[in-house]
């Protein structure tokens, strides 16, 4: 048998096929297992967005090719049009805005468009996967900017050395943050971009989950800064935004030159999505929001959070997002040690936090979208589990 590719070598195991092994090794063995782990919305696509999926299928035009140069027009239109809605900047559909399947594939797609051996890449720890992994794959060096708790998760940049700005390509960044749940300031994001003015970096915002938030915050972004459009390509999903997991469908927007270099290398990989999905997103973007959704995941947040701290494990409350980030309440546990004796004494799955990269050591990821909960009640009985479990008998650290 012909061997495989020799890049492949230098990824690991995607971490939530392991995690999902894990999960259904439990399942097999009788185990009630309650799944905090991958971050996948549970609640179902909006009706109107499926009614709108089923108009533009009966429509022709739509069973075709999309040969735009950068993605359907209604879609790329309606989400520059969201896009100035949303955070009050505004920017070119025709130039500016890109369609992707999914922001998974184009921010992995970015690496192989603009990175090549020798070239630097500039990825956080901990961080999503995805970032690294594309990078080493197109043979960059990736060079990582440890994430802490006491930097609020923003990575500090004054201390990156400046030969690796001077090669860096790429500086990923990620906000609000997978798998802290951190949010990003103003005033970092205009250190951001100036950092990449300098050195001529493009900067690249992951923001899959920019209106996943609570509590009336809202989310800044990079592209609201002054002379930002020249530095800085952002991603945004309809997947969190949504419920749109499987629609696959997402946009880049900012840089045109970034824009346009994307949709260069995918042309050559794949054509796009089918024109009913971006007919339908389209109209998501131009009438719906997620309140309804958002509502649900706080209710989720609070019984989970306030239980957990009720119960001696001091775990911070996070303003995006629906992760849930604590740090491993034993230490004479790692993370991958202490979610293995989770779900064993409870049948809760968690992701644990070295799976994103050294900086996640020493914390577990939970997530808030969870199959079968209807108004928070898992998430309650995920409390008197762990409660009852005896875990946290010797209950150390607490934030």
Partial sequence: MVSPSKRLGVIPPYLFAEIARIRDEAEAQGVDVIDLGIGDPDLPTPEPVIEALKTAVLNPETHRYDETPRGWKPFLQAAASWYEREFGVTVDPETQVGQVIGT??????????????GDVVITPNPGYTVYKVNSLMAGAEVYETPLHEKNGYLPVLADIPTEIARRAKLFYVCYPHNPTGAVATPEF???????????????????????????????????????????????HSLSKMYNMTGWRLGFSIGNPVAVQTLQRLKSNLDS???????????????????????????????????????????????????????????????????????????????????????????????????????NGERFAEVVQRIQASGLLSQVEMTV
């Fill in 104 to 117: 998974k594939e184009g921010l992995a797609h970015l690496a192989w468009a603009f990175a090549d051996p």
């Fill in 189 to 235: 994001y205009q250190e951001a971009v100036e950092f990449c003015r300098q050195h001529d970096i493009l900067l690249v915002n992951d923001m899959a989950y920019s209106t996943v938030t609570f509590d009336g915050f809202r989310n800044p972004t990079a592209l609201q800064v002054p002379g930002a459009q020249d530095h800085v390509v952002e991603f």
């Fill in 272 to 374: 796009k999505a089918f024109p009913a999905i971006s007919e339908a997103g389209a109209y998501a973007l131009n009438h719906l929001d997620n309140a309804a959704t958002l509502a649900i995941y706080q209710r989720r947040r609070d019984h989970l959070v306030d239980g957990l701290n009720s119960i001696g494990w001091k775990v911070p409350k996070p303003q995006a997002t629906f992760y849930v980030w604590a740090r491993v309440p034993r230490s004479d546990m790692t993370s991958s040690e202490f979610a293995a004796e989770l779900l064993k004494r409870t049948g809760v799955v968690v992701i644990p936090g070295n799976g994103y990269g050294s900086e996640g050591e020493g914390y577990v990821r939970m997530s808030l979208t969870l199959q079968g909960d209807r």
